[in-house]
Structure formats: C-alpha cells, structure tokens
C-alpha cells in the first residue's frame, strides 16, 4: 500500500512509464466543486519538458476524467483521471535490465522485486509517475484556492546558483502569481546564471541538482496536529514520494541548529487586530499547527542520476563489473520539472490537514 | 487521530507534560518476544536529564507494564506502558496561560483547541512525551537488533561546534556501540568545545541549537516502497513527532543539491559477493527502498525556545504587547535529550518498514 | 493492529483478563466536552455483574483517567483510561492452557500465537475487554447526546423468549430512557420468562444464547457513505470486537430475503416538513447512509461457551481426546453484559461516521 | 474516503453507473503472480445479466489493464483495471431525479451530496459498481488458490424456496467446482422452485429477495485477530459494500442465540493427525480468527427495490406526496448477481487477513 496518501481523502497513484497509462484515484473530493479545467491543464503542463533543458520525450498529457465528475463538477463520487502513455520507447531500457543505473531505483526495486518489477523507464518509480501527483495536486489547488490559500514554488538554487530568496514575512499572492510557471524564480535576473550551470551539465553528459522553496499563503491559524499529524509529517510524507528529494526543511530549517533560541524565536506582536510574528524563522508552523504566518520550506533535489557519462556498475546475471551510460531522453536538472510536483504534493497535504481541522 | 504511527504495529501515544502519566499503545509486537529490561530502561535513561546542561526536573521514570506481557515476553496482545508524572509543578506555567512563548505551541494549541488545551508544561506538545516514544522505540530497537539491525545517533552539531561526520561507508555496531550514550560523539576530543556552545548559551539565559546524525545499519536490501511509503517518507513522519525537529536530509542530503550527477551518484559495485556501493551519498535509500548500504539521515534541532531573557509576545486577553520570561526548568540544549528520541523514532519507522515487507 | 478502531477518531483497546490493567486511549474526543462522570460510570455499570443470574467475579470497575482531561473536560489531547484488574485468580485457569476450551479462542490464539499467547482467562479475548470498550463509548454516547442523538439496547430474545419487538417508527428517545439499565426488555411482563431460560440453563450447568437490538434515533439524514463505509459497515466492524457475536441484521434484515419489494420498500411521505418513511423495514439505512429514521439492528450472541457440563477436548500437548469441564465464574448469559457493549460499540461507530460527514 | 479498503492491500473503488468508466486500483498484489485472465473473465462474467431473469441492459465488460502488469504478471506496481461503459442509457432516469426510489440510496445520497451527486443509474451507488469489486475479487480469489484456499457461493434461499444447506463439515472443493456459475444451487433439483420464485415476481412487476450462502475452504487456523480486525469484522465490512445486504451472520448464525452452549459448542477431536472441530456451528471462527474448519457465512439480500409496481414518494422540488414507477432495465432478484460480489468481497477480505499474517 505503497502509493495511497491521506487520511480524509484518499489519493491513490497508479500506473509505470510504460502501462498503458498512469492515474489517481481521488476517494472523494467534496461534492459540487467545479474544477477549472484550463487552470489544471496549465498546472500540469508545468511539469511537461519544455525547452531544450529538459527531456526530448514529448507527450501531450491529456487528462481523461474517468469517474467522479459531472460536467466539470465532481459529484461525491471517488475521482478517477488517467493520462495515456502515447509516446513510449520501451527498448531504451532494454539494454538497462541488467545492469542498475548508479542513484536509481533499478537495484533496490530488483531485491524488493525479485526482478519481477516493470523496468522500463523506471517503471512505477519513474518521475512520469509525477503527472498524476500533480492532477491531484491542482486540483487540491483549487480547492484551497476556494478557501482562500495559495501556494507557490520557485527555483531557490540550481548547482552552485541561486535565487534570491523570499522575504518570507511579505511573500504575497502576487508575488506568487508573477512567477514564470516553468522556471520559476524571484529574482528574473539570476536566470542566466542557472540556466549556465544546466546547460554545462549538458556539454559535460551531466546532470546538476537544486532546491525548490513553497510557500503556503492564506493558511488559517490553527490547521494541523502535535506529533505524528504534524504539518510537517504530512507535507514531508507527500513530498518525499516525488523521486529523487534528498531532505526537506522548514522555516529557516537546517540554519536553527546554529542559532541562539534569542536568534531563531518569532517575536509575536498584533498587526490589524490579529496576532503575527515579527520574523518567520518558524516558518508558519509551531508545534505542527499552522501560525497564519506563511509557510515556507525547501527541499533539495539530487541531480538526475541518468547520465550519458560512463559510470561504473554490475552485472546482475554474473556478478561482474561493468559500465553503463544512460541515453535515452533525460532532464539535466529534474529540479525544473519536480518543482511544480513539490507544490502539488504541498497542495495534498494541506488539503488533508485542512479537512482533518473540519475547516 | 494525532499521536498514533504504523502501517502494521499501530504505536498510539498519549499524556501530557502533567498529566496523571504518560505513555504508549503498541498495537501490536509479535508474541514470544522478551524485552530485556535492563537494555529498556537504559534506553529511556538516555533522555532523562543527566548534567548541568540540562532540565532540574528530575523523575525517576519508572516504565509501568499495564498490558500485553507476560513476566517480560511480549503475548501477542497490545502492549501499553506508561510513566507517573510524579515531579509535577503546573504552578510554573500558570503565569504563561496568558501570554504564548515565541518559539512554543502555546499559540498555535490556543487557536486549535480554543483555550481548553492542557497549557501546563506545553501539555501534550511537551517534550516529556518524547519518554513513551522512547518506550516505544526501545522495544522497536530490540527486536530489529535480534534480525541483525543496529541503530546509533550522535551529536553531528551543537551550536556552531560539529562533530567529526561518520564515514558513511564504514561506520559499524562497534562504533555505535562506542557512543557515549548521554552525550555521543564520533569523535571525543570535540566534547569540550560543544559543551562550551551549551555553557556558553546558559550564561546568557538563552539555548542553542543542534543537529542529530543517525544511522541503521544491517537492514537488508529491498526493504521500503515508491511513493509515500518510501523509507524517507516513513521515517520524516516519524521524526518530526520529536518536539522542535526543523528538518531532515537523507545522505548527502541538501548537499546533493550543489552536485553535478557524476559526483553525486555512488558506483555499484561487487563485495565479498553481495553488491555494494563505492560511496554512500545516497544514504542507503533509493527510490524510497534500503541498498543495503548503512541508512545515514541528519535532523536539525532548533534551540530551546524557552529562555530566561525577556522575549516580546501579546497578551491574548488584552491582544497587547507585552513581554515574557520563561524561568520554569528548561534544557538549554534539546538537541542532547531529543538524540534518543531520534533513534526511537527511527527504530518505529524501520521496524514499521520492515514487518510490511515481511522480513 | 487488531485492537484499534476509527477513521477519525481512533479506538485503541488494551489489557488481558488478568493484566495489570485493561483501557483504552481515545485519539482524539473534541476539545472542551465535559464528561459527566457519574453518567459514564452507570453507564459502564451496566456491563458488570449484577445478581445471580452473571458470574461470581466483582470488581469495583474503577475509571482512572491518565489524560486528555482537564477535570472532566477533554483537553484536545489523547484521552487514555484504565481499569485495574484487582479480582484476579489466574489459577482458575492453569489447568485449562493445555485442553483448549470448546466455542472459546484458546484454539485459534495458540495457532495464532504459537502458545505464548496470555492464556489466563482467555487474555485479550476475554469479554472483560468489553469494558473499556464501554469507557469509550460511553464517552461516545455522551458527545452524540450533544448533537440530539440517542442510543438504546434491549433484549429481544433469550433462549426461546422472545421481549415484544420495537415498533420501529415510533420508538422514542422517552423509551429509551424507560429501559432497566440491567436487564432492558421492551415488555417487562416478558422479564419471567426470559429469566426462566437463564434459571433453567443455570441448572443443567449450561448456559443461553440470546438476540440483543439497537437502535439509535435522533440521527439526521445523510451520515454515512456508499461502499465500504457505510453504516453497516462501520457498525458490523465496531460490533463483532465483542466476543460472541454471531450475526448482526439491519431493519428488518434476513426477513428481508423472503420479501417481495412491495412488501419491503418503505414509501416515503412528508410528516411535520421533513421526508420520513411510512414504514421502517429498512432500519435508518439506505445505501449505507442514514435516512433520519430511527436506525435499528440486531445481533445474535451465541450462549457463553464456557461450561461446568463435560465437553470433549483435545490434550495439545499429547493430541489425545479428552474431556474438559470448566468451572471458573462464568455468566449463563453473556447476552445480559453484552447489551451494553453492543450500544457502546454503535456509539463509537456512529460518532466516528458523525465526524467522518464534518457535523 | 468511502470508497478504499484493505489493511494490507488497498482496493480503492471509482466509477458511476454511466460515467466514462467504472474500476479499481488494487495497491499492491505481491509481484510476479500470474493472473489467469480466462479465468478472470469467466468470473466477471457470472456476475453479468444471463438470462431472462436478470436486466436487459448488455454490456461486454471487457477488463482493461490501465497498470501494474507485465504481461499478464503483476509487477508489483499498483494494479488499475477498468471497464468501460458501452451501454449508458441515462435518460431512462432523468425523470427519476426529483422522486427518490422508495429502497434505494436516491434520497440519502440528496442528503449527504447536497443534490450534486451522479443521479444516473444510482451513480457510484449503483450495483454496477460490483463489476471493479469482482475484478479486485477475482484477483484474490487467484492468490488464494495458490496458496490452497477456494471460496465458493450458492443461492441458499430465493424468496421462500430454499437450496438444501451445505453440510458445513463436509463441503468440498469439489462441491464448490460443481457449482453452476450463474444459478449457484447445492441441489440442482430446487431450481425449478426458485426460478418460480422469481418468474412469479416478474410477473407481477416485482421482486424478491434472496440468501447467500459463503464458503472458504482450506484457511489455515490462526488467521484473523481478536477485537477489531477479526474474520466477522473483515468480513462484514467487505460484504456491505455490496448494494442490498440487510444481515450477515457466521456459522449457524442467528440460531445460536436459540440454543444452550451444550447444543452449540463444537467438540474438539483429532482427525488425521490435526486437530478438527466434530461439528461446525461455529463456522470455521473463534475469537475473530480461523480453526482451519470451513468458514461458513450468510448474507441476506434484499428485494431489488426498483420495480414497475407504483410506489409512494416524495417530488422534493414540491415536497408533494406522488407515486413512481421505476421501468428502465432491472434485475428481479439482486441476489443472482450478487452471489459473485459477497465472493469477490470474501477473497479480498480473506487476501487483507492472510497478508496480516504474513502467511
């Protein structure tokens, strides 16, 4: 029961990036909520390759509601939306079957598996499988969108280059919806620099890895539980399902552990008759409940393990040393391409927590 | 449905900081095990308070046995222990019932519970219910220890002081075993120059942060899943139930972040006849799935956000201004006394982890 | 995880029948409800033997509240409370661990536990455990009367005497509150011949079966869920925790089977403004969701399986036939203590189904 | 979330009776397992319209693997198989929408979704929902013949015609294999008096109900759990899933509560070297888990409630009293197509046990 989340909604990840096609299942989505279609096509296609920096594989990714839906509104009933798999190569990977590709799941899958376990692409492990996250995703969006609270991504480092980051105390919707939906930064002029570290890697038959920071507007005070329900322990268990993150950190995060409590603690004060904080080190969360202030966390994301360079593995059948270089058609950096998953996985979780509050 | 974890064993935690007691639900380990007491309640010891740098509260923490042992064997029935709070002095905290501490739940519980949340002692946000984690963990850790899987934490970072990292590729149970079990460190001769950060920190009436570095080792290949039951994901939501945790990364963690493919992904190769990796900056886990390489996460603890030095907070009767000094007894470092909450943790999430493979 | 209950809340029951203690913690009652104590201890009252027709054994039952509470009001913390088992004579029982006890768990809990199972008045499975099922529930009870929902059991069948039927329709919250607490029979007239079978069992070493019916009124319409939680769904599973059930039937349930539709649809009509139907054939229930009309359901309990009368049994330790007589303190009709378990388990279920539908 | 069950295995439900597709995800069945799809198919296919005596509507339901296949091999990613709907009539119901069914979900499903729920055919309430339940059965049933288990139905009672009863001791594979996949009967002779059970409510544009009856032979002893994840729990809880059952009950059920313990224990005896049960009132459960006797249950299924016969109700747009007629395509006696869905369900509650166990 590796690929269900939730504890109200139910959301349940099907699908290898060569089945005949991969989906969710939403068990349920409240009745009579209209979704935007173009608004959830656009989110989706924020994780589509998109320029020269991304993959060559090219699919359209229609959505196709198989269940749950009147018109555009769901109906109570679960929420059944699958993709096609159109464009597959399978015999990229034939020649991968039997030598594991260093930092992918290839030969952890194959002891968990017993080489039963579909290898083509990755199979259920693939980054494709990520699409469907973010069907769920945008449309937990939307539902919080209705409610008021926003969420949002930016690229905060590629490689060595990095984003200015947030003033987390006055990050607005605004600033949220002026972000470039494909590499989405604060600050447009650091651009080149991150896209030179990508397009290096390129010429190099490399790969480079990044961070990407979400912050939660509009987040009532009061969402979320001590302990296990923690906001923290939900949005890490949603966002640790998109391949390849490495850690995640909230408010000022990993920084903490150097500071003074008289350093990190939020001075609360009263701004327009509600209570704030000063600073947001916190990070709009204390005690796994929600502050109002918003939340903001970063994850970071390893470089794409496939590369066209040799690198060195085994033989499965004999045991034997080998070399593998990985062709097929990969992102230099799937930070680009995981950052709109990270703001689906964040949307799911809040949605969840938000249920949980019966709010 | 806050405090209770597992897929399998459902481990539900109860009690507040001065409540009658504290303590756990384990639902349910296998029957026919016997808990070696002496190793649990030294395990729990590990907590408790032990020098001038931490807490004058000072409890006995008697494990009390209400169900689902016989003489020290596990029965198959649920298991619950539990502690007496028996050092109480909720006259401490009266005096904060009013004005939320920067840096704690206060604020956060009076928004969720609407003002009838337990506020002595931070109620069930406190700390001391890190005491039937440990139960919980304790007997977790025992009976991953009896198939071969060993699980150690030292103190990577106090302050600005760090602990020499573990070479992640040869660290073994001796040197877990090795570990200093109140303040444990890789490498010894750093202990002075941590315990100044602390002594430091107390003279000025405030605390510091740290980082906790944890490891597994002998867990076997293939144990985790894709998705949200992934070895990350599994373990996030079991270590940010520990009061004041602010992030967690996974090997080389938001490092990887900076890296080019090639020097981030490890080679496979052959040893002694089983397949291993060069270098361990995956951290044992791919794809959500153990390698079989030594697990390797960090946590970043934040400072205690309870000081002495005056800190500004609102009072919630009047919403004005006003500051607060929080006397109580506090640790001046959590990251000493959350350590073996981390180990606990773990060992709940990767026994977790492992009776869901079947192993 | 055999032991816990609930998609919001969760149930989690612990304690043998000669364990230290036996309890529950609830995660988690809303915050601020006061429980009435008083009330909740009659309630559970009614589970504990009380004249000559129950077993010999007599413990003062009573609750001791570890947390959760602040006083008598939830704190929005895990409540746990527990029972101490002080009336214990695991002697009894000794000569019993080897010659499993026909109609009883001894069999199955030795292949289940491979022996190390806690034999003593049969463990975990023992009908005590019914008791902080009731603590539960009774708290359950409590917090539907808040919203105007009313839960009643009486004793529609002993033996072969048979309480005259609720008429569905028109059962009121006033016959509810008119029932014996100990011995709840909708026709008093009835209560000599239903003790006549107790008295008769009694005599011949033997004991009675009997049918116990809920119901539940007050409810509105539209709780529950298609599918897999629905109310029968969720009733049948919080009921069959308690030993002895054999069948549970909604509305009017098997009679159903020999119907035509036209005998047993229930028409609908408009009664004081709202939607009523003019017959309940179909118990409050309606493709598992709740229609406003009084929820009515029935479980059979099988005769207490334990009996001074010889029975044949198998020698485990030899795999010879032998015969065994089991004297203990036994009830001749554990349909009589039942009753109360069986409200306690539909007030668990329904608050949990109340909460699921955010009321 | 009403749609998911399985503590192990997840088996989350989608689909309306005229959306684009009804299906299941099934995450995980164990990897490598070859699905017999003829099998599969002529499992399904018991549970389509046969005969005269069921609906007219036709559908091929042909099964389409949307994922979690190699081949016909699970690969131990999540399993979605669809199956398309061909023949959608929805306008045979447009004019139902205003005046719920008398029996069916119209009016509580109004109540719960507020008037936005699918009303076409009863939606996800529809009994075409049991197609994905059978595919997901289907599949269990498989792996549970592998491991030497077989479950088996027959239409114990339709109307007041009654099949002769299993003689539950010494029910066989070979008697299940008998059995005639659409018109299940132990004894082929009462056909003709159950087929005039149904011919006369056809006639006179009604219906009837039915009971039936549930075997597994070849369970292990020490499946299952005490409390709440017993056999009757798991059980029950599939089992209602399905629409029209009004009771459950185990062994001899309901009868039980009639006799003395003397009358309703059954004797232990030793029988080819393992230990049996001389009779089997108890129907293969004791304490919530199984004896290794065959597990005996019965469920009561309603009268279809759809009938051509004028019934009272209600216009909700009015609040006036009117009659309804229900023509579209309807089936005179559920319980027919309804036998393969409690099997269905029983494989998938008896998988959820077995992997529990780790057997």
Redesign the interface.
């Known amino acids: 029961?590796?690929?269900?989340?939730?504890?109200?909604?139910?959301i349940?990840?099907?699908?290898?990036s060569h089945?005949?096609?991969?989906?969710v299942?939403m068990?349920?989505p409240p009745?009579?909520f209209q979704i935007n279609m173009d608004e959830l096509r656009a989110f989706l296609a924020r994780r589509s390759p998109h320029s020269a920096l991304s993959t060559a594989r090219r699919e359209p990714d229609e959505i196709?509601?198989?269940?749950?839906?009147?018109g555009n509104?769901?109906?109570?009933?679960?929420?059944?939306a699958?993709i096609r798999n159109t464009d597959c190569r399978p015999e990229d990977y034939t020649y991968l079957a039997d030598t594991?590709r260093?930092?992918?799941?290839d030969?952890?899958?194959e002891?968990?598996?017993?080489?039963?376990?579909?290898k083509s692409g990755g199979?259920?492990?693939s980054g494709r499988?990520t699409a469907p996250l973010c069907i769920a995703g945008g449309i937990c969006k939307q539902l919080l969108s209705a409610k008021g609270i926003s969420l949002g991504v930016h690229l905060a480092?590629i490689?060595?280059a990095e984003d200015s980051p947030w003033s987390s105390l006055h990050v607005s919707k605004e600033d949220l919806d002026a972000l470039d939906p494909f590499f989405p930064l604060n600050n447009e002029d650091l651009r080149p620099a991150m896209e030179a570290e990508i397009e290096a890697?390129i010429a190099?038959g490399?790969?480079?890895?990044?961070?990407i920071e979400c912050a939660v507007l509009g987040l009532?005070?009061?969402?979320?539980?001590?302990?296990?329900?923690?906001l923290?322990?939900?949005l890490?268990?949603?966002v640790?399902?998109i391949?390849g993150?490495?850690?995640?950190?909230?408010?000022?995060?990993?920084?903490?552990?150097?500071?003074?409590?008289?350093?990190?603690?939020?001075?609360?004060?009263?701004k327009d008759?509600r209570?704030v904080?000063?600073t947001n080190r916190?990070?709009g969360?204390?005690?796994?409940?929600?502050?109002?202030m918003p939340l903001i966390f970063r994850v970071?994301?390893?470089?794409?393990?496939?590369?066209s360079?040799p690198?060195?593995?085994?033989r499965?059948s004999t045991?034997?040393?080998t070399t593998v270089s990985v062709h097929g058609r990969h992102d230099a950096c799937i930070?680009l391409r995981a950052a709109v998953g990270v703001e689906a996985a964040a949307a799911i979780a809040i949605w969840d927590a938000l249920e949980d509050?019966?709010v």
């Open positions: 029961m590796s690929s269900t989340f939730g504890n109200r909604m139910k349940s990840i099907f699908g290898q089945s005949a096609a991969i989906g299942v068990d349920t009745a009579g196709e509601f198989l269940s749950g839906l009147l509104a769901t109906c109570g009933a679960p929420l059944c699958i594991p260093p930092g992918h799941a030969y952890t899958a002891m968990k598996y017993h080489g039963m376990q579909d199979g259920h492990f499988l480092k490689g060595k890697a190099d490399d790969s480079v890895g990044g961070v009532p005070a009061g969402i979320g539980a001590p302990m296990f329900d923690g923290e322990n939900t890490s268990r949603a640790f399902a391949p993150i490495r850690g995640i950190e909230f408010g000022n995060g990993f920084e903490a552990a150097s500071l003074r409590a008289s350093e990190n603690n939020d001075a609360f004060s009263v008759g209570i904080t000063e916190h990070g969360i204390l005690g796994g409940i929600s502050t109002g970071a994301v390893k470089p794409t393990p496939s590369i360079k690198q060195q593995t085994v499965l045991m034997e040393q930070a509050a019966n």
